[in-house]
């Protein structure tokens, strides 16, 4: 069993960054792909960001491709996503997930564990 918990979401102006993080528990964390999804009101949960299991790949987004960075560190059981160039649009609950099959996916649906969310707000 992993447990997920997020932080680092907040109000920012458009054109600002923020940096999400997320810790979890247990030891086989190193083995589980990473994503990070997002869901606005009113709209399906989306992919925004993967991590493979040793962060040698990264998948995103063609909407964050070039302002948003995963990144993990297995030895601390974390993973990031660093927010740049924020736009209104980004405006949505950001989740963290971990797919303990350990392949690349997008699909919210393949993903076994999730954290609570943390609310992002870009005002224009």
């Known amino acids: 069993q992993v447990q997920l918990v997020e932080s680092g979401g907040g109000l920012v102006q458009a054109g600002g960054s923020l940096r999400l993080s997320c810790a979890a528990s247990g030891r086989t964390f190193s083995s589980y792909t990473m994503g990070w999804f997002r869901q606005a009101p009113g709209k399906e949960r989306e992919f925004v960001a993967i991590i493979s299991w040793n962060g040698d790949s990264t998948y995103y987004a063609d909407s964050v491709k070039g302002r948003f960075t995963i990144s993990r560190d297995n030895t601390k059981n974390t993973v990031h996503l660093q927010m740049n160039s924020l736009k209104p649009d980004d405006t949505a609950v950001y989740y963290c997930?971990?797919?303990?099959?350990?392949?690349?996916?997008?699909?919210?649906?393949?993903?076994?564990?999730w954290g609570q969310g943390t609310q992002v707000t870009v005002s224009s």
């Open positions: 997930a971990a797919d303990r099959s350990g392949v690349v996916r997008s699909s919210p649906n393949e993903y076994n564990y």
